[in-house]
């Protein structure tokens, strides 16, 4: 073999070893270098708000009956707080947060005077704790809380009920069941006065039927029975209706809803289509 033809092979060889280094060299630092971390798992789902996290929701309630339109008209916040993961804290004023239905004005600050529909300017506020008891599809959590329902009237009632959301895919179902015990002024505490004039056990049961359009629209359809407990087989009332809420952004988002409060009930002067609320909320979280 000639000297030109070793000096090839010499070369050729040191060439091909300093690639396999080389790509050794590569392999080791590719194994030494720190990989990207890896993201939180989301948290499963809750109606409880996360540790610190600050809801304010202010409700436009408008009363859209017939021959009453606008009597009364009222701007209701409702302020809540997570306190821990599993225990929220709520200011209420709205008839929402107060029932878990739509169909009715005048919480908060009633804005169109004694003449159209407000009994008074400022009327009612309720404190209330959730706390939650599972979480992920199937969401429950327990709401207890205490009530101011009319300060001119002095009726004070205690608050117990439950929430339930069941989400799949697109789809939700929601309940709030809930039940109002009267502290002040109850019907068998002054027998000679008529029911309206009383302070009722009463209880509220609304459901709603949900889907998630797009991800920034949501549209559902709900119902709810109520009533008091004294004299229910006279009283009880159900309540159908419509809502939409669209998220502008995480934090904003604002909706609106049609319900007729009174579409059928045991009191059929006081029930039927002429009877609806409109509302209309924005909500911010942070």
């Known amino acids: 073999m000639s000297f030109m033809n070793y000096r090839r092979l010499l070369i050729g060889t040191v060439l091909v070893i300093a690639s396999g280094g080389a790509a050794v060299a590569d392999d080791a630092a ?26 304010v929701t202010v409700n436009l309630e408008v009363n859209a009956s017939a021959d009453t339109v606008a009597k009364p008209v009222s701007i209701a916040p409702d302020v809540s707080y997570g306190l821990t993961p599993d225990v929220t804290l709520m200011a209420v004023h709205s008839r929402y947060a107060l029932t878990g239905l739509r169909g009715a004005a005048g919480g908060g600050l ?11 300017p400022y009327d009612n506020i309720g404190a209330e704790g959730l706390i939650s008891l599972a979480k992920g599809p199937l969401s429950i959590a327990a709401n207890v809380g205490f009530h101011a329902l009319s300060f001119d009237r002095g009726f004070y009632a205690g608050k117990v009920g439950a ?41 509220f049961i609304p459901v709603v039927l949900g889907v998630t359009a797009t991800p920034e ?47 059928v009930g045991g009191n059929e002067m006081t029930s039927g289509a002429d009877y609806r609320w409109w509302q209309l909320w924005v909500s911010y979280t942070r």
């Open 30 to 55: 590719s194994a030494a270098a720190p990989s990207a971390p890896a993201p939180p798992p989301k948290p499963p789902a809750s109606l409880t708000l996360p540790r610190g996290v600050l809801e």
């Open 163 to 203: 929430r339930l959301r069941y989400t799949s895919g697109r789809l939700g179902f929601t309940t709030l069941p809930v039940l109002f015990v009267a502290v002040t002024h109850r019907p068998d505490d002054s027998a000679t006065t008529p029911l309206a004039a009383d302070n009722p056990d009463r209880f």
């Open 217 to 263: 629209l949501w549209l559902g359809a709900g119902a709810g029975l109520k009533g008091p407990l004294q004299e229910l087989g006279d009283n009880w009332q159900l309540a159908v209706g419509g809502l939409a809420q669209y998220k502008i952004s995480p934090e904003l988002k604002v909706g609106t809803s049609l319900i007729f409060g009174q579409i």
């Open 110 to 120: 009633c804005v169109t005077g004694t003449d159209n529909g407000c009994a008074h």
